[in-house]
């Protein structure tokens, strides 16, 4: 009687869960030629809360890449990205809905205004609580190019398709729908998805669902698939078979990710390894077949490994393509069970990810070097980066994103991360972040609390504070500052061994906390170079003095296995054999190196260089203090020899930067340049700049490319005497005082950035402002304006000297700001270098300079592609004359905006320049020869 009782209890649940199981059917129809989807859906979704719902919302993501302006199109142009902004609209894709139906009646739906790729649905009838609606759907969906996201149609016709069809938004108290920012973050229910596709007979249809039915018809085949509990919609259609699949057990994966170059049998073990180790780890797989694909690798690739180009194998190898399946893997099988919302608890998922990627390292790699095998080649050995282990990489990237405080809290929302926090930094600090929880805790517990977290809600919709709550449950220890202080805040960790008393049987140490945290520290007492002793310091909220036993020790070091991500571990260790033991040695080294905080490093680096026509080119040996972690206090001296002038030359600078948290107020820079290079034929200048800076950027928004600086700085210029052509008019040498203030917002649709400018000087003082301002408009058609207007408050130079005038189209640059390559030329190609300065002109008119004031408008705009035309005019006033209007117009060839150029003069106060003789003296030029400058165009995108 019991037995039957109980049966019958348990087919009632199964049915209830039957029922009240989210359910997504479609029949998709694939039109390849004209890249379309024709579908007809039925979305069943159950409402958990006891909330009624009169409106529901539905994520159409495939909409999100239909104008200029959605969420998606302004993310892609932040990172100063064109191809989505200049693509046709036939390249774009979109979602054309026909109808939403309940029952037989149809339903009122609209786009959100903001959010076209999310539709808001009014129910007929309101969803109780515990009660499930079911709408029906029929819609066109257009497949976007897949170059914008990768996913999409590719150039040879191959589909790539993810968030390709509608689905459900959850609600569990409120709303959890956002738009689509190409960060692979959607977050919607599991749902039992049953799939009828009609394709082509010349594509091969590759999915994670199990194939239930395939019918071949003449020029067609239309295949059925299903899935229990799915929240993956990755779905490929491609011309040939590029997908295998390696089975493992009842456990599959199937990949299209590149082999390495590996045989079958290499592979086959390889992917059982680490489907050996997940298992282990996670648990079994809930499906038959875990999907990783190329796209995948490319957009989380393993870094560090990635950047070499293939015929250089510096590791074993399998050693690149095992970690890159396990990497992938691992971020599959989290995505795929584990259902915390992702855009607002990504870091949960990347901590994992990470974690387990640094243990298998540890595990089955203990000994793998950050280099691999050239760690050992002659030269490299020398540096202290080859005794790098390969995990240090994590510590490392995040350390960079913390010295540069750009880094950003783990559990920020992921849109509003910087590119190189979403992609790295957060990533690599959230994984080290458990790996420090984990040491801390001790005893494995962690691991075991991850597996059966994992374990308990595999498949079902859960949190990071579900995990929180799980994990103190399995500890006695004080772990909130791991979730208060490391996961929501900027706070950086940083201690130092501040004093020590020792005596015979014992020491007594202070340990200083430099930061405003709670986190605990690590302390190893040393005895011949031997770990005698490790111990957790907690509650340090300034100092904190602790006694231990001598036990012989003679060496105190905090963070010795650096497992605490320390911004600073360069005053972690005190000797206790004498007072001079502590004075670091200083230890010289070719090339920079990542920092060994055992020593005061110094860098030298060979340079060859070209700065100046008049210098030619240059060779010398740069010494520096700056390693791959940027440093506060910065120092470089570069002499060199220059082969044109034969000469000495050089530079030297050094400066110290404050970084500010929690403040618009990003960082205060002061410091002193000095050098010494030639300015024109066998002349040289000598130029001393102290200066300070205030840089200022959104504290709460680091995405924004909006910026300001206020700089002061004195400028001390000696220059060499023309012997050869005195001029009484001639100062080699002046003072001047300079105050800017700039603020900019940088971005590829609308750019704009003004200055204004305020110098003083013996014989002179003058005001200037500069205003510039872009636009990219929806028919790709660029405009382009520049405003500038000076004037001279006081000016008792000569009045027949123009060195500290105003320039109408190329500066004198008496502050020595513009990379001129021949400054001092009035003739020649290098006379013909343009820079956007002052009066910007491209034409040479008779009135090139002004002594009272100027003011000029600089345009450009489209004619076709990256042909411009452009045209500028304005008033040059000097002294004892009337204003003069100064015209130009020409063509402008954009090859690389701001860094090279072309400008082609057509018609100006000159008449018509293109009839006129020697033509080819009048083009211009813009273009730079400074990698670091160069560098830039990519730094843009991550910073």
Sequence with gaps: MKLRFFNCIINILICFTSFSQNKIDLKAIFDIENKQIKISQTIQYHNTTQDELQTIYLNDWNNSFSTKKTPLAIRIADEYKNDFHLAKNKDRGFSIITSIKQGHDNLTFQQLEDQIDIIKVELKKPLKPNSTYS??????????????????????????LRYWYITPAIYNGEWQYYSNKNLDDLFIPESDVTLEIEHPNTYVLTSELDLIKKTQLPNKQIVKLQGKNRNSNKLFLSKGSNFNTIQSGDFSIVSNIDDEGLDVIEKVIITEKVTKFILKNFGDYPHKRLLITEIDNAKDPVYGVNFLPKFIKTYPGNFQYELKLLKITLRNYLENTLLVNPRKEQWFLDAIQIYYLMNYVEEYYPDMKFLGAMADFWGIKSFHISDMKFNGKYTLAAMSA???????PLTMRKDSLLKFNTNIANKYKAG?????????????????SITSFLSENKLKQTTTKDFETHLKSKTDKDIDWFFKDYLTTRKKIDFKIKKVIKTKDSITLTIKNKRDNNMPISLYTFSKDSITSKIWIENITKNKTLTIPRNNVDKLVLNYENIVPEINTRDNWKSLKGFFFNNKPLQFRLFKDVEDPYYNQVFLMPIAEFNNIYDGFTLGMRAYNTTLLRKLLKYKIEPSYAFKSRSLTGSAAISKTHYFENSNLFALNYGIVGGYTSYAEDLFVRQIKPSITLSFRRDDDFRSNKRQFLRFRYLDIKRDEDTNNISPIFRPNYKVFNIRYQNSNDNLINFNKWYTDFQVGEKFSKIAFNYEYRRLFQSNRQLNLRIFAGAFLKNKTDIISDYFSFALDRPTDYLFDYPYLGRSEDSGIFSQQYIAAEGGFKSKLETPFANQWITTLNTSTTLWKYVLAYGDLGFVKNKFSDPHFVYDSGIRINLVTDYFEIYLPVYSNLGWEIDQPNYDEKIRFKFTVDPQVLLGLFRRRWY
Excluded: C, H, M, W
């Design 135 to 160: 709408i029906d759907l029929e819609y066109i969906v257009q497949i976007p190019n897949a170059k914008f996201t990768s996913y999409g149609i590719t150039d040879s016709g191959n589909l790539n």
């Design 432 to 448: 080290i972040g458990l790996k420090y929880l984990d040491d801390f805790i001790n005893s494995q517990i962690l691991e075991t």
């Design 402 to 408: 913390a010295r540069t405080n750009i880094d950003q």
